[in-house]
């Protein structure tokens, strides 16, 4: 067993590991750290029929039933008209409408071909995200509206988002959509031409923007959110600083600000290949999220406060209270399963498996699922990296509600090992991180993940960075 000391140098030497070679080098997604770990280490195929019976057994299971667990639904496209320079999501750019038409049948199948399997369960929230849904002709929302609704039971209190660009979507589209979904998500980015030039989005107006939100609001949407970057190239703050002043004039429920999560080809292009540039400019932006708080509070929006450090955080302005305040899956994974249609879409069944697809096939049994059979200690360990990724307080007597067992006894080793060290704030409530800085922050959630998971994880990226860089150079 190594010692304390050691362990944290060698997590430390991990953190430098990951911020040189992972393809989104952006520091610090703990939540995130356990589901690539698992997936990349220990990760195995499984059919479409497989998973279809695994979640048959576990909606129908007494621990199911016992637990109440919160079932949410996620469908994903993979298509854009075209991909962001900043953006480190799959993305298929600039899909042909008989592209379009494939993808709408194969996710149609793979809904009905999974309706027996699902009927024993309730989802609460339903995200359709991606890529663009808003690149869908209103007769193709239509049917994904009609179909899902017909097959899988869905709350009626929950939060049904849809994800909308601008520039693609119309009010025959939004009107389509209204008739299962009550969130619209307006992803703005800049209002800045120069800036969105410079990131390759392509043509976006206010007046384009303004539309989108009167026609939201026309179509019956319940609640409407934009979404902001900050830390994008050629935006120095004052463009943001507009930006914010513009989306704040039409009075969404809600406003999300972003930070960039630079994909490589992002930072070699602006930022010399320098995390270090990059973290460096992002907050230069702190004195300009501080002034739209001051203008946000003035026009009547409450302004997210967090403890995780500002570089590696999104923040949240709410005019409605009741509005959801983000991506609301996952936000207690120990508690939710996540069932995920579409390519590239990430599922998770609590105490079972976490798995992800691969492209559609016409016949869904068929259908590949890259993931990995999980555990309760799994779970307990993602609940803990949950916490840490919040930057909130890993509340002790929730995780006994939950897994009928204390905290500290599960992990004495670990809270005994940094509190040795002084990295952890306890409460009556619980514990949470002491450090700030983001590299010591997943340095101290490394030693509540398996050692040999992580050095397994570690060595599979080294090995990628290495293929990587022997790789011959694309053709221009």
């Given amino acids: 067993m190594l010692h304390t000391d050691k362990k944290i140098r060698l997590f430390r030497c991990f953190t430098s590991a990951l911020e040189r070679l992972n393809p989104y080098p952006y520091p610090l997604h703990i939540n995130n750290l356990f589901g690539n770990l698992i997936l990349s280490w220990q990760g195995e195929n499984f059919s479409g029929r497989e998973v279809r019976d695994i979640w048959k057994r576990f909606i129908a299971s007494p621990e199911y039933a016992r637990r109440k667990d919160t079932l949410n639904l996620y469908i994903g496209t993979p298509f854009c008209s075209s991909k962001c320079k900043y953006c480190i999501y799959f993305k298929n750019a600039a899909a042909s409408p008989a592209e379009l038409s494939r993808y709408v049948a194969a996710l149609l199948q793979s809904v009905k071909y999974n309706k027996e399997a699902l009927a024993g369960g309730v989802f609460k929230h339903v995200y359709f995200g991606g890529g663009t849904p808003s690149l869908f002709e209103a007769r193709q929302l239509g049917d994904i509206c009609s179909v899902v609704r017909e097959n899988i039971k869905v709350s009626p209190d929950g939060d049904r988002v849809l994800e909308v660009n601008p ?3 119309t009010r025959e589209k939004l009107d389509a959509a209204a008739t299962f979904f009550n969130n619209l998500s307006i992803g703005v980015q800049s209002l800045d031409h120069r800036v969105l030039k410079h990131m390759g989005r392509g043509r976006q107006t206010f007046k384009m923007v303004q539309k989108t939100v009167e026609d939201g609001r026309k179509a019956g949407f319940k609640y409407i959110s934009l979404d902001l970057l900050r830390g994008l190239y050629g935006d120095n703050g004052r463009p943001f600083l507009e930006s ?4 704040l ?13 630079p994909s490589n080809v992002y930072l070699k292009e602006f930022h010399e290949t320098s995390l270090k540039k990059f973290l460096l400019h992002i907050r230069s932006h702190k004195q300009w999220l501080a002034a739209a708080g001051e203008l946000a509070d003035k026009t009547g929006y409450i302004m997210s406060r967090s403890r995780v450090p500002m570089s ?11 509005a959801p305040e983000g991506y609301t899956f996952r936000s207690e994974a120990a508690v939710q399963s996540v069932f995920g249609l579409g390519h590239h879409a990430n599922s998770y069944i609590n105490g079972v498996l976490e798995y992800h697809s691969t492209p559609l096939k016409g016949q869904p049994g068929q259908n590949i699922y890259r993931g990995m059979k999980i555990s309760k200690i799994d779970e307990m360990r993602r609940y ?3 916490g840490f990724s919040g930057s909130e307080t890993v509340s002790e007597e929730k995780f006994e509600k939950i897994f009928h067992t204390g905290l500290r006894g599960v992990f004495k080793r670990e809270i005994a090992e940094l509190s040795a060290m002084d990295k952890l704030l306890f409460s009556a409530a619980g514990f949470s991180l ?3 800085d983001p590299r010591e922050r997943l340095a101290c959630a490394m030693f509540f993940v398996d050692f040999e998971c992580l050095a397994g994880y570690i060595k ?3 090995a990628e960075g290495k293929r990587r860089d022997s790789d011959p150079p694309d053709p221009d």
Avoid at 249 to 261: E, F, K, Q, T
Avoid at 313 to 318: C, V
Wanted: aromatic share 10%; net charge positive.
């Fill in 244 to 247: 914010f002043k513009k989306t």
């Fill in 167 to 169: 520039r693609s979507v």
């Fill in 460 to 462: 599979n990226i080294i």
């Fill in 249 to 261: 004039s039409l009075s969404p429920d809600l406003i999300r600000v972003y930070p960039v999560m």
């Fill in 434 to 436: 002491r450090p700030s």
């Fill in 384 to 386: 803990v990296l949950a």
């Fill in 312 to 322: 590696s955080r999104f923040i949240t302005f709410r005019r409605n209270p009741s």
